[in-house]
């Protein structure tokens, strides 16, 4: 074979021999590199529209006399010269569970002196429940509930609202509260008589 016969011959061997590497770097170029992945989520809290609050009147046992027992209901018919007191909470929503809790005194006081007052008795508390988009305050088409408020110190009492349509049913909440007083025997200091009430609504759910 002469010189000028084997260098074609000679370059066909270089390119089968580098053939190989080249295919290697293509097929390294193509891997992807390895990856590490995490999910996270998003996520916002949105708060219910305030509640709107208005002290209707107040509990009130009228004149009384030593060893006298007052019991006022909650609900009306109330005896002559007494009245349960009232709360109403308006602009409750009907996507979100509001319960009641009382804080209530044990005795009515006037300085040192002091008259005993009980809240245990359904006959003592009653919640009246209406719709204000499509109901009549003081038409308890929701919810009309007789319940003991000194059950309800520790508890919550819970609104029951209904979960239809449509989407913008407001509700409102009257709370009454009426209890029973036992004017000690024997001489009792002159004055008014008085200790507060609380009453809580708050968001349970």
Request: charged share 5%.
């Amino acid at each position: 074979m002469t010189l000028r016969g084997a260098l074609p011959a000679l370059f066909a061997l270089v390119l089968l021999m580098a053939a190989p590497g080249v295919a290697v770097r293509a097929a390294a170029q193509t891997t992807p590199p390895p990856e590490w992945k995490s999910s996270v989520t998003a996520s916002v809290q949105v708060a219910p529209p305030p509640i709107l609050l208005t002290t209707t009147r107040d509990l009130y046992f009228g004149n009384v006399s030593p060893g006298q027992v007052v019991s006022v209901p909650a609900r009306p018919v109330y005896p002559v010269g007494t009245w349960a007191a009232g709360a109403r909470f308006s602009n409750l929503r009907k996507t979100v569970t509001y319960g009641i809790r009382f804080t209530l005194p044990s005795q009515l006081t006037s300085g040192t002196s002091t008259i005993p007052v009980s809240w245990a008795g359904t006959q003592y508390g009653w919640l009246c429940v209406w719709n204000t988009t499509s109901g009549t305050a003081g038409v308890c088409a929701v919810q009309d509930a007789s319940f003991s408020p000194a059950s309800y110190t520790g508890t919550n009492l819970v609104v029951d609202l209904p979960n239809n349509t449509p989407q913008n049913n407001v509700f409102a909440a009257d709370v009454y509260i009426g209890g029973q007083l036992t004017v000690p025997a024997g001489t009792l200091k002159p004055g008014t008589y008085s200790a507060p009430i609380t009453i809580t609504v708050a968001v349970i759910g």
